[in-house]
């Protein structure tokens, strides 16, 4: 079992910009692709960005290319979504996700465990 927690979400202006953490725990973390994934209201869940157990591979949607970063610490079992010139769509509920698969999977059925979600909210 995995145990996924996200933190980090609020509200933001346009233009702002947020930091998301998910703290695992349970079996080995580095054995784990990890992706984020969000949830607007109204919209189905749509990948956002993943990155390779080791830490060596990513893969993001084209919507957050050159404004999202993900990036992990194995040494402390947690993965981080850096979040920079967000814009109002951006806004969502926010999940992470771990999936045993290799590689950067970018589909929900990939990933076994998640976490409740952090909101963020791009608003002036």
């Known amino acids: 079992q995995v145990q996924l927690v996200e933190s980090g979400g609020g509200l933001v202006q346009p233009g702002g910009s947020l930091r998301l953490s998910c703290a695992a725990s349970?079996?080995?973390?580095?054995?784990?692709?990890m992706g984020w994934f969000r949830q607007a209201p109204g919209k189905e869940r749509e990948f956002v960005t993943a990155?390779?157990?080791?830490?060596?591979?990513?893969d993001y949607a084209d919507s957050v290319k050159g404004r999202f970063t993900i990036s992990r610490d194995n040494s402390k079992k947690t993965v981080y979504l850096q979040m920079n010139s967000l814009k109002p769509e951006d806004t969502a509920v926010y999940y992470c996700?771990?999936?045993?698969?290799?590689?950067?999977?970018?589909?929900?059925?990939?990933?076994?465990?998640w976490g409740q979600g952090t909101q963020v909210t791009v608003s002036s």
């Open positions: 349970g079996r080995t973390f580095s054995n784990y692709a």
């Open positions: 996700a771990a999936s045993p698969r290799i590689g950067v999977p970018n589909y929900a059925l990939a990933y076994g465990y």
């Open positions: 990155i390779s157990g080791i830490g060596g591979n990513t």
